[in-house]
C-alpha cells in the first residue's frame, strides 16, 4: 500500500542527497522514478537537483500554477515520485501528491524543511505534516553539538537575520543550522550590541 512520506530537516542535514540516493536505489531495482521540484528552487539551475556532496540529477520543474496530477499524467507511467524542496509546493499541491497516493496507489517521497528562518511552517510543509502517512526527521546538529532544528539566515558578516522575506535561497552562505537555545542566545547578544 502507497504512501505520502515527508522527510525534513534542517539545512545542511543531507534531505537532498538522502532523496537522490533513493531514487538511486529504485532505479537500481529497474523501477522508473519521476523526479520533481517547484520552481521556486532554482540554486543550482532550473532543471537541476543538487546536494552539497556532488549527487545532482535532472528534474521536473513544477510551478506554482501546474497541477501536480496532470503533470503526472502526462509525464507518463512510474512507480514513484520523489519530489525535492517540497516545501515550496503549495497546500494544494499538496493535496494533489496526496491523491496521486490514494488513487495511483503510487507512494509519494516528498524531502525539505520544515520551518523558515523565523521557526515558522512552510504552507507546503505544513500541509505535509498533516497529510503524510510518515513523518521522518534527518537530524542534523548544532555547533554546540545539540540537535539543529532552526534554519539561521545569516548575513555577510555572519549576524542573525530576524527580517526579511519567508524565501531567500541560499547555502552555507546565508544559512546555519542551529539549536534554539543557540538561536535565541546569539539574537539577546546582538540586540545587545
Known sequence: MAKLYFKYGAMGSSKTAQALIT?????????SVWLIKPS??????????????????RAQVITPEQDIRKEYAQAGKHDVIIADE??????????????LVDEEDLPVLCFGLRTDFLTRFFPGAQR????ADSLTEVKTVCACGRKATVNARIDEKG???????????????????MCHQCWKRKIREQERE
Open 23 to 31: 531514487k538511486f536505489n529504485y532505479e537500481e531495482l529497474g523501477m
Open 40 to 57: 521556486t528552487d532554482t540554486r543550482d539551475g532550473a532543471e537541476i537537483i543538487r546536494s552539497r556532496i556532488g549527487l545532482e540529477s
Open 86 to 99: 517540497a516545501q515550496f509546493f503549495t497546500p494544494e499541491q499538496i493535496d494533489q501528491l496526496r491523491d
Open 128 to 131: 505535509l505534516m498533516e497529510l
Open 159 to 177: 549576524r542573525i537575520v530576524t527580517q526579511g522575506g519567508q524565501i531567500l535561497l541560499g547555502g552555507n552562505d546565508s544559512y546555519v543550522a
